[in-house]
């Protein structure tokens, strides 16, 4: 994943004196956009009060002709979240001490962790290196991870209903909905590890081409068994090869984000019907030095009151 760019004027201007001060005005954080014809900005229902804003400006004008460098195995796009305040700070210095240029680019820093066995870890950063007529100065922009889509999806479902319903399948596919009167909405997410494998089924199995589970089976491919997704959720249901429950969707929306806080690898997500029904999240941190790969050293678990239907 690759970064580099130097801000036109115009596009300074923009960002500095429009853009920015006028998403500062409904949050703190900015999710960004980068792609090889502009720049998204966004805030979501969760950076502000419940609105959500959005806005583009093109490369054409954001950057000095010929400048962008950009690419990354996302086809060439680049999603971060970033504070607002740090980013102005940033720009106004350099117009304050009349910066005849400012290159920003995309790079990685060392920085203190106490989730690393070696007690540092790699951030990614963004690094802006400008010069002015008497000095030129170099500044880094602490960025973090846009809010992943699972998470995205769980507040927009949460906004339309209080309740959601989770369910877990042996095929490696998990499904989220909300139901209102007159209609249901939901999402389907296929192709995940199942643990322990010996509890993996293929998708085949839940639709009766064969009547047992191999021993070897794998979870479904996400290009699999073309249908609806409901549809395959009643069948895992109907199989005995999938579980469901209620749960509240902000206990829900707020386990995802929290998770995230510590850096986990993994995020294992299970549903117990014995000793009391709950949904339980599990974060696993990875440690290269061990042999199996995760440290135990740290855990960080929730379990969320569910009820059956």
Same mark, same amino acid.
Not at 49 to 65: C, F, M, N, P, T
Not at 274 to 287: M, R
């Given at each position: =994943?690759?970064?580099?760019?130097?801000?036109?004027?115009?596009?300074?201007?923009?960002?500095?004196?429009?853009?920015?001060?006028?998403?500062?005005?409904?949050?703190?954080?900015?999710? *960004?956009?980068?792609?090889?014809?502009?720049?998204?900005?966004?805030?979501?229902?969760?950076?502000?009060?419940? *609105?959500?804003?959005?806005?583009?400006?093109?490369?054409? *004008?954001?950057?000095?002709?010929?400048?962008?460098?950009?690419?990354?195995?996302?086809?060439?796009?680049?999603?971060?979240?970033?504070?607002?305040?740090?980013?102005?700070?940033?720009?106004? $210095?350099?117009?304050?001490?009349?910066?005849?240029?400012?290159?920003?680019?995309?790079?990685?820093?060392?920085?203190?962790?106490?989730? %690393?066995?070696?007690?540092? $870890?790699?951030?990614?950063?963004?690094?802006?290196?400008?010069?002015?007529?008497? =000095?030129?100065?170099?500044?880094?922009?602490?960025?973090?991870?846009?809010?992943?889509?699972?998470? =995205?999806?769980?507040?927009?479902?949460?906004? =339309?209903?209080?309740?959601?319903?989770?369910?877990?399948?042996?095929?490696?596919? $998990?499904?989220?909905?909300?139901?209102?009167?007159?209609?249901?909405?939901?999402?389907?997410?296929?192709?995940?590890?199942?643990?322990?494998?010996?509890?993996?089924?293929?998708?085949?199995?839940?639709?009766?081409?064969?009547?047992?589970?191999?021993?070897?089976?794998?979870?479904?491919?996400?290009?699999?068994?073309?249908?609806?997704?409901?549809?395959?959720? %009643?069948?895992?249901?109907?199989?005995?090869?999938?579980?469901?429950?209620?749960?509240?969707?902000?206990?829900?929306?707020?386990?995802?984000?929290?998770?995230?806080?510590?850096?986990?690898?993994?995020?294992?997500?299970?549903?117990?019907?014995?000793?009391?029904?709950?949904?339980?999240?599990?974060?696993?941190?990875?440690?290269?030095?061990?042999?199996?790969?995760?440290?135990?050293?740290?855990?960080?678990?929730?379990?969320?009151?569910?009820? %059956?239907?």
């Amino acid at each position: =994943m690759k970064f580099r760019a130097t801000l036109s004027h115009r596009g300074q201007r923009a960002l500095e004196k429009g853009f920015l001060p006028t998403f500062e005005k409904f949050g703190k954080r900015v999710q *960004i956009l980068l792609d090889p014809e502009g720049i998204y900005l966004c805030q979501t229902p969760d950076d502000t009060d419940g *609105i959500q804003l959005s806005s583009r400006v093109a490369s054409k *004008i954001l950057w000095e002709h010929n400048s962008l460098l950009l690419e990354s195995r996302a086809n060439n796009h680049i999603a971060f979240a970033a504070d607002i305040s740090s980013l102005l700070r940033v720009l106004k $210095a350099a117009s304050l001490n009349d910066a005849s240029s400012l290159e920003v680019r995309l790079t990685m820093r060392s920085v203190p962790s106490t989730t %690393e066995p070696s007690g540092v $870890a790699q951030r990614p950063v963004l690094s802006f290196a400008w010069q002015g007529y008497d =000095m030129s100065l170099v500044q880094d922009l602490p960025i973090t991870r846009p809010y992943p889509a699972s998470q =995205m999806l769980a507040e927009r479902l949460r906004s =339309m209903s209080p309740e959601l319903q989770l369910i877990l399948s042996r095929t490696g596919d $998990a499904y989220l909905d909300v139901r209102i009167p007159g209609m249901g909405l939901g999402t389907e997410v296929r192709g995940l590890q199942v643990l322990p494998n010996s509890m993996a089924v293929r998708d085949a199995t839940v639709r009766g081409l064969f009547s047992t589970p191999t021993q070897d089976a794998t979870p479904s491919d996400p290009d699999a068994s073309p249908g609806d997704p409901a549809e395959r959720a %009643e069948d895992a249901l109907r199989a005995g090869h999938a579980v469901g429950a209620w749960t509240l969707s902000k206990h829900f929306t707020r386990v995802l984000t929290a998770s995230q806080f510590t850096g986990p690898s993994q995020l294992l997500l299970g549903i117990a019907a014995e000793n009391g029904a709950y949904a339980h999240c599990l974060c696993i941190y990875s440690d290269p030095e061990s042999p199996a790969a995760y440290d135990e050293s740290m855990s960080l678990n929730f379990k969320l009151p569910v009820r %059956e239907e």
